[in-house]
T-cell receptor, first 115, second 115 residues
Framework: DGGITQSPKYLFRKEGQNVTLSCEQN?????MYWYRQDPGQGLRLIYY???????QKGDIAEGYSVSREKKESFPLTVTSAQKNPTAFYLC??????????????FGEGSRLTVL | DQQVKQNSPSLSVQEGRISILNCDYT??????FLWYKKYPAEGPTFLIS?????DKNEDGRFTVFLNKSAKHLSLHIVPSQPGDSAVYFC??????????????FGTGTQLKVEL
């Protein structure tokens, strides 16, 4: 089955620790995204990548880092510099360039809680 | 600055009746609009979309209406079913940039369909 796999589903972190959230897709999509969901704030874009070895900051990139070494993978690292990291993190992908639908396909999310 | 606004955080309707979810936007560059449905602890799933060259798009029980002059769109669900109970996000795009699609999301409306 094609889709997006995020892991872990739940993660607990102590303050001051970096954590990495995994996102893998087998949809052969060029573009991948990381969003964060907080109560009452909808989904906010953290980082996105349109092609391997390239990525751009979204609206709330401070305290986060990403890499895109493979088309299938777009891991997100939540660093200790992120002041309020407790949130639900969503990874998504889309067909790039030729797509006219604008549709993003989402993973099931990872809930990070900082203790 | 919230460019996509869903002013009703929640909506409750009876089974079989019409559900109307509203969305307003401020960025006149937005030319593609999407609705996503989200269940708790899951990723959003695409529901329906509309291009700015249209004013209506219908898919089964779901219809999206776009009023460009008012910068307003709405999602109609007829008839509403208990399984429609979820959070609905409105999203907008300023066009495919040749390599991906950044979506700006609203804050969501929690729909509850009661028996």
């Amino acid at each position: 089955d094609g889709g997006i796999t995020q892991s872990p589903k739940y993660l607990f972190r102590k303050e001051g620790q970096n954590v990495t959230l995994s996102c893998e897709q087998n949809l052969n999509h060029d573009a991948m995204y990381w969003y964060r969901q907080d109560p009452g704030q909808g989904l906010r874009l953290i980082y996105y990548s349109q092609i391997v070895n390239d990525f751009q900051k979204g609206d709330i990139a401070e305290g986060y880092s990403v890499s895109r070494e493979k088309k299938e993978s777009f891991p997100l690292t939540v660093t200790s510099a992120q002041k309020n990291p407790t949130a639900f993190y969503l990874c998504a992908s889309s067909v790039a360039g030729t797509s006219v639908t604008g549709e993003l396909f989402f993973g099931e999310g990872s809930r990070l809680t900082v203790l | 600055d919230q460019q996509v606004k869903q002013n009703s955080p929640s909506l409750s309707v009876q089974e079989g009746r019409i559900s109307i979810l509203n969305c307003d936007y401020t960025n006149s560059m937005f030319d593609y609009f999407l609705w996503y449905k989200k269940y708790p602890a899951e990723g959003p799933t695409f529901l329906i979309s509309i291009s700015s060259i249209k004013d209506k798009n219908e898919d089964g029980r779901f219809t999206v209406f776009l009023n460009k002059s008012a910068k307003h769109l709405s999602l109609h669900i007829v008839p509403s079913q208990p399984g429609d109970s979820a959070v609905y996000f409105c999203a907008a795009s300023a066009g495919i940039t040749g390599g991906g699609n950044k979506l700006t999301f609203g804050t969501g409306t929690q729909l509850k369909v009661e028996l």
